[in-house]
């Protein structure tokens, strides 16, 4: 893809401005729900970010969102879901390809999380480089209320504890204890967000082209040495097993989320949060 490809996303907006590319998902309607596969906003997202790649002037990539959400996760409304273990395996492998590619990638990517990131967006931030979080941003793997699993990579970031907690209680973590626990770099209030994701951007825009390069390699081959690849191949096989088991999944009410699905999101999406109206993390 060139340069004057850009014009052709549909789902996000690329612009560069001096030697800091961004990328912004631009479903500001759907709180920027992501769907994957070709034409998909996943794949425009890295499709620009191999474009930045390839761009000899551009030094650092910024990824974040359109209005009050980096994005919600996976666009649930957009397609029929895979049904049997191995539909899901090839989903889901298929999905991981595509983040496997912001991991080769040699330009720095940051991960400009400007409100809520929820469940497949996490997981392709985690293979971003730094993550930033604006204050009212929220993580979680809310997909986990409804018998979902994608805890994949955050082992890694987080450790297992916290890895476990995200998983297999449903909640949702604030900016400030994101940064607690290590998945975000720093959190900044909202009127400086900005203002300093693209400082921190263009200070390693400058800096040596080439060292940036092999110093991102060498801690990227740190993480494949202590088994990235071989869990992500792991979690794959596991989360299709439950991900199609999924029809079976009860919500706190005892009907299945199957039947709930057909009285519409609204009556879906109250039904799976019906539980966590109080947090159980005091923020």
Known sequence: MSTSDASKFAHIIYKVDGRVATITLNRPERLNAM????????REVIEALELADLDADVGCVVVTGA???????????????PVSAIDYYWFLSQE???????????????????????????????????LIASEDATFG????????TGVDALSYLIGAQWAKFLVLSGELISAS?????????????PEIFEPKVYDLARRIASMPRDAVILNRRLV???????????????????NSVTNSVGE???AADGRKFAEVRKAGW?????????????PWLET
């Not at 809310?142 to 018998?147: C, F, K, N, S």
């Open 35 to 42: 769907d994957h596969g070709p034409g998909s906003m996943q």
């Open 67 to 81: 209005g009050r959400a980096f994005s919600s996760g996976g666009n649930l409304g957009n397609a029929a879901l």
């Open 96 to 130: 991981d390809v595509d983040n496997e590619r912001i991991f080769e990638l040699r330009k720095p990517v940051i991960g400009a999380i400007n409100g809520i990131c929820y469940g497949a967006a996490l997981m392709m931030a985690a293979h971003f480089d730094i």
């Open 141 to 148: 793997l809310i997909e986990a209320r409804m018998g979902g």
């Open 177 to 189: 204890k994101a940064k607690e626990i290590g998945l975000v770099l720093e959190v900044f209030r």
């Open 220 to 238: 990227n081959a740190s993480l494949r040495a202590m088994g990235w690849g071989t869990q992500k191949q792991l979690a794959r096989a596991l």
């Open 248 to 250: 079976e999944a009860v």
């Open 266 to 278: 609204k009556a879906f999406k109250e039904a799976r949060d019906a539980p966590f109206k109080k």
